[in-house]
T-cell receptor, first 111, second 113 residues
């Protein structure tokens, strides 16, 4: 059973600080990795995709990938109260055209 | 932007009823998926489809069936609704390439009483 593991949180970060969210995965052949943000009562929204080792930056968000360690992370700089949500890590299954989701980390930004 | 539309935002049905959840996408995507999401259990894949009239079982297909008669529409059917099928149901679509994430619909919160 291929798995994506995340700490469920809640992770509490002061406003303006860096929030760091982490994820490990079991499928060594995976090539595509995603972060989704989900507000309470809403559906997941894709915020970052990353396909190669290293960092990928988009505004205040940076995704980091280390395939050797099977580790993906998301950094949110200058955290805002509107960043309070559950963040889902997702990994494309290397043997099937589907994505495996982690159970999510709940992030709370305190003013 | 890809749009995935789920027909109902909230639905209340009685035990034993046959329930249809509809999902339509407007970007000509081949792949479509149905998930349910429950607190503490995350997203669980029910069924998916790679093309018209094709379907594949996900992780929890029991008690559900699907229909894909047209490329843009993927329906989830609860043959005889039960209270343990009370959940948030999410439809998603994606292009056929082996890259790219899913686009989700806004979800249907189903309550079975």
């Amino acid at each position: 059973q291929k798995e994506v593991e995340q700490n469920s949180g809640p992770l509490s970060v002061p406003e303006g600080a860096i929030a760091s969210l982490n994820c490990t995965y079991s499928d060594r052949g995976s090539q595509s990795f995603f972060w989704y943000r989900q507000y309470s009562g809403k559906s997941p929204e894709l915020i970052m995709s990353i396909y190669s080792n290293g960092d990928k930056e988009d505004g205040r968000f940076t995704a980091q990938l280390n395939k050797a360690s099977q580790y993906v992370s998301l950094l949110i700089r200058d955290s805002q109260p509107s960043d309070s949500a559950t963040y889902l890590c997702a990994v494309r299954d290397s043997s099937a055209s589907k994505i495996i989701f982690g159970s999510g980390t709940r992030l709370s930004i305190r003013p | 932007d890809v749009k995935v539309t789920q027909s109902s935002r909230y639905l209340v049905k009685r035990t034993g009823e046959k329930v249809f959840l509809e999902c339509v996408q407007d970007m000509d995507h081949e792949n479509m998926f149905w998930y349910r999401q429950d607190p503490g259990l995350g997203l669980r894949l029910i069924y998916f489809s790679y093309d018209v009239k094709m379907k594949e079982k996900g992780d929890i297909p029991e008690g559900y069936s699907v229909s894909r008669e047209k490329k843009e529409r993927f329906s989830l059917i609860l043959e005889s609704a039960s209270t343990n099928q009370t959940s948030m149901y999410l439809c998603a679509s994606s292009p056929p390439q082996e890259v790219g994430g899913y686009t989700f619909g806004s979800g249907t919160r189903l309550t079975v009483v």
